[in-house]
């Protein structure tokens, strides 16, 4: 059985940082691309960050360069998500997600999500 567990989600005001693991089971985790979607009240899922499997390489969403970098760890089989600078806008919960692709930056994309942890940044 897959399983995808987030934790580290939590509540900080503007300009803090949170970091974002995904714990993964039931699958070959090395093969597997990564990636972070997020989810606000009253808005569709959206693409955040991917990462690759083999050699890894990164694409991030325009609106979170240069402040949330993901990572994995193959041993650990976990991939994370470093958040700093953090806006209000990034109020959602975050979803991790697994997919034989590339890369995951589709919504329809993933064949494994996790249930998600709420972040909220206040003002």
């Known amino acids: 059985q897959v399983q995808l567990l987030e934790s580290g989600g939590g509540s900080v005001q503007a300009g803090g940082s949170l970091r974002l693991s995904c714990v993964v089971s039931?699958?070959?985790?090395?093969?597997?691309?990564m990636g972070w979607f997020r989810q606000a009240p009253g808005k569709a899922r959206e693409f955040v960050a991917t990462?690759?499997?083999?050699?890894?390489?990164?694409l991030y969403a325009d609106s979170v360069k240069g402040r949330l970098t993901i990572s994995r760890d193959n041993a650990e089989n976990t991939v994370y998500l470093q958040m700093n600078s953090l806006k209000p806008e990034d109020t959602a919960v975050y979803y991790c997600?697994?997919?034989?692709?590339?890369?995951?930056?589709?919504?329809?994309?993933?064949?494994?999500w996790g249930q998600g942890t709420q972040v909220t940044v206040s003002s």
């Open positions: 997600a697994a997919g034989t692709q590339g890369f995951v930056t589709r919504v329809n994309g993933p064949d494994y």
């Open positions: 039931g699958l070959t985790f090395s093969n597997y691309a």
């Open positions: 990462i690759s499997w083999g050699r890894p390489m990164t």
